[in-house]
Structures are given as C-alpha cells and as structure tokens.
C-alpha cells in the first residue's frame, strides 16, 4: 500500500509516457479514478503504479468501438407518456451499463443485437434541458458514461385540449364528451345534466331551459314533453 501523499498514476498499455494518467483517490482513499485515454479497440493492461516503480496493481481494460446510431423508431412520443423506441445502429454491446439519452435524461437499454437495442423515452417533463425545445438529441452509451457522437432527433408531442390521446394518437374528443386535460389517454363523458353535441371539446353545455338530461354521454338535450 501507498501512503495517501504519494501520487499514483494509471498506465493503459505498455506505452508509459502516452499512456499515464494521473489517478485521484476518493476521499475514504479505497477507490481510484482514472480517465481513460484514447485508443484504438483493443484489451490493454492497466496498471496502477507510483512514479519511479516499475511495477504495480494490474488488471485488464477493454476498449470497444463506439455504438453508433443510424435511425430509431417511433421518432416521436406523447409527453406524458413511457413510450418505447427501438435504436437502430451497430457496436452495440450486451451491458448491464448499455444506456442511452434523450436530451440529459440517461435511461437504461434493452440489447436486442448488436445493430438493436430497446430504450424507454422518458417523461418530458423529466428532461431539464433549459432550452424550451421539444426536441432532443438520443445518444447510445455502453459504459453509461461516455455516449455516442452519432445521434438522432426525437420530439415530444403535446397532447392538446379538446383532444385524447392514446398509442401515439392525438384523437378529437367525441359528441357526448370533454377532454380538459394534455395529459388524457380517454375521453371523460358528460355528466347528467349536460351534454356536448360538438366534436374536440374541453367542457360541456348544461341542459337549457325546455330541456333535460337524465343520463351521461349525451350528445343532444332531451326536449321536455309538452
């Protein structure tokens, strides 16, 4: 063991002056962070070492070729809904850390092969991307920290007043109902006492005068008997 004062360095490979790096402790001092520099795909040797030593704590360290994303499916989700989108691309790897983003969002991935995974867009209202924009940008990660250069556009649909919207559908609300939320997979009926005869509507028309309406769901008001 190192006392804490002495420096430690990180060599990958057997190059030592282009493949050191400087290692940080944590602050119980049990744990090492070292960037990994650049290198072609390969298993290299990492080693730990203090300068001066020609030898240390060593362990294999696998460099991978970068995923790369050609195309995902669907292109666009609901805001409020967890929808999935299959990423289409190679250099996937089967992971526990496989990952992508949606904007600065990371959600875990499901490998399909090494040209598909399954990640799960999340709620919109989870991004906090600052921008205003209802578009993001989806990376692909296999290690959970370093993500594609490649990427593709995804937006967020908002799901409008008058409207329901289920599966991906922006659907108007029908004769006999109201739809007053964004956020609505159903319609809601008209309760008794009112009705709604017209189509995409956010509320309903109470009975006028002359009229009734005994049961919910009406799209017209009952004329009273004379």
Same mark, same amino acid.
């Given at each position: 063991? +190192?006392? /804490?004062?002495?420096?430690? =360095?990180? +060599? =990958?490979?057997?190059?030592?002056? /282009?493949?050191?790096?400087?290692?940080?402790?944590?602050?119980?001092? !049990?744990?090492?962070?070292?960037?990994?520099?650049? &290198?072609?795909? /390969?298993?290299?040797?990492? @080693?730990?070492?203090?300068?001066?030593?020609?030898?240390?704590? !060593?362990?294999?360290?696998? %460099?991978?070729?970068?995923?790369?994303? &050609?195309?995902?499916?669907?292109?666009?989700?609901?805001?409020?809904?967890? @929808?999935?989108? %299959?990423?289409?691309?190679?250099?996937?790897?089967?992971?526990?850390?496989?990952?992508?983003?949606?904007?600065?969002?990371? @959600?875990?991935?499901? %490998?399909?092969?090494?040209?598909? $995974?399954?990640?799960?867009?999340?709620?919109?209202?989870?991004?906090?991307?600052?921008?205003?924009?209802?578009?993001? *940008?989806?990376?692909? !990660?296999?290690?959970?920290?370093? =993500?594609?250069? !490649?990427?593709?556009? =995804?937006?967020?649909?908002?799901?409008?007043?008058?409207?329901?919207?289920? &599966?991906? *559908?922006?659907?108007?609300?029908?004769?006999?109902? %109201?739809?007053?939320?964004?956020?609505?997979?159903?319609? @809601?009926?008209?309760?008794?006492?009112?009705?709604?005869?017209?189509?995409?509507?956010?509320?309903?028309?109470?009975?006028?005068?002359?009229?009734?309406?005994?049961?919910?769901?009406?799209?017209?008001?009952? $004329?009273?008997?004379?």
């Amino acid at each position: 063991d +190192q006392p /804490d004062n002495v420096p430690l =360095f990180c +060599q =990958f490979g057997e190059r030592l002056l /282009d493949q050191l790096v400087l290692a940080s402790r944590t602050s119980n001092s !049990s744990m090492l962070t070292c960037n990994a520099p650049s &290198h072609p795909a /390969d298993i290299v040797k990492l @080693t730990i070492m203090a300068l001066g030593e020609e030898a240390g704590a !060593s362990a294999q360290f696998e %460099y991978v070729p970068e995923p790369s994303i &050609h195309s995902i499916t669907p292109s666009h989700a609901l805001e409020d809904g967890l @929808t999935p989108v %299959y990423v289409s691309g190679e250099n996937f790897l089967n992971t526990s850390s496989l990952s992508c983003s949606f904007g600065a969002m990371r @959600t875990n991935a499901t %490998y399909i092969s090494n040209t598909t $995974i399954l990640c799960t867009a999340p709620f919109f209202s989870a991004i906090t991307s600052g921008t205003g924009s209802m578009s993001v *940008q989806v990376r692909v !990660s296999t290690n959970a920290m370093d =993500f594609s250069l !490649s990427s593709a556009d =995804f937006k967020f649909v908002e799901c409008p007043e008058g409207s329901f919207c289920s &599966h991906l *559908q922006i659907l108007p609300c029908p004769p006999g109902g %109201y739809c007053d939320t964004r956020s609505g997979s159903n319609f @809601t009926t008209c309760p008794p006492g009112t009705y709604q005869n017209a189509v995409g509507k956010d509320n309903c028309n109470l009975c006028s005068i002359g009229f009734y309406c005994p049961s919910p769901g009406l799209p017209a008001p009952i $004329i009273c008997a004379a």
